[in-house]
T-cell receptor, first 111, second 112 residues
């Protein structure tokens, strides 16, 4: 069935280092790929998204890349800070109006 | 704007009981969604709606029902609660079918 695989499940980095989270999707018709950040006990919030007609998008310290041929997309966080510690979810649009989420990556930024 | 609001925030149910989780948004979004999040897991789509009077099943609809009589409200009904329904439930809305999801604060449900 339709699914989104996300790796790694946990990631620890030193403050100031970069973090990369990768997702793979199954539906070749998917054309919208958002990333959400969820702090402990809080609701998920959109941090960046990319559409299928774009290969890369940046917003300050975060960037997302998309490889439609390989059905991969990745989140890149540079110069990580303690406040980046959270769970990050990727998602892919599936058909019309639906999103399938990855299982999440718990990022820990060590001071 | 209050955004997306959910009630209650917490609830403990006994096996076999029923309840309705309320969700309201004041952003005039046509698209609304119910997700469940099990501990350490991702978000699974239960039901969604593309407008008043229109609903459809997501990935895990069994044991749940929804209705959408107005643009603002999208309640989720649990009939005959089971321990497997212990989870955090998030309601979300979106302006378009492919755009940012705005999530409510969640309802933490425990079925004992």
């Amino acid at each position: 069935g339709e699914n989104v695989e996300q790796h790694p499940s946990t990631l620890s980095v030193q403050e100031g280092d970069s973090a990369v989270i990768k997702c793979t999707y199954s539906d070749s018709a998917s054309n919208y790929f958002p990333w959400y950040k969820q702090e402990l006990g809080k609701r998920p919030q959109l941090i960046i998204d990319i559409r299928s007609n774009v290969g890369e998008k940046k917003d300050q310290r975060i960037a997302v890349t998309l490889n439609k041929t390989a059905k991969h997309f990745s989140l890149h966080i540079t110069e990580t800070q303690p406040e980046d510690s959270a769970v990050y979810f990727c998602a892919a649009s599936m058909g019309t109006y639906k999103y399938i989420f990855g299982t999440g990556t718990r990022l820990k930024v060590l001071a | 704007n209050a955004g997306v609001t959910q009630t209650p925030k917490f609830r403990i149910l006994k096996i076999g009981q029923s309840m309705t989780l309320q969700c309201t948004q004041d952003m005039n979004h046509n698209y609304m969604y119910w997700y469940r999040q099990d501990p350490g897991m991702g978000l699974k789509l239960i039901y969604y709606s593309v407008g008043a009077g229109i609903t459809d099943k997501g990935e895990v609809p069994n044991g749940y029902n929804v209705s959408r009589s107005t643009t603002e409200d999208f309640p989720l009904r649990l009939e005959l609660a089971a321990p497997s329904q212990t989870s955090v439930y998030f309601c979300a809305s979106s302006y378009s079918g492919e755009g940012s999801l705005y999530f409510g604060p969640g309802t933490r449900l425990t079925v004992l």
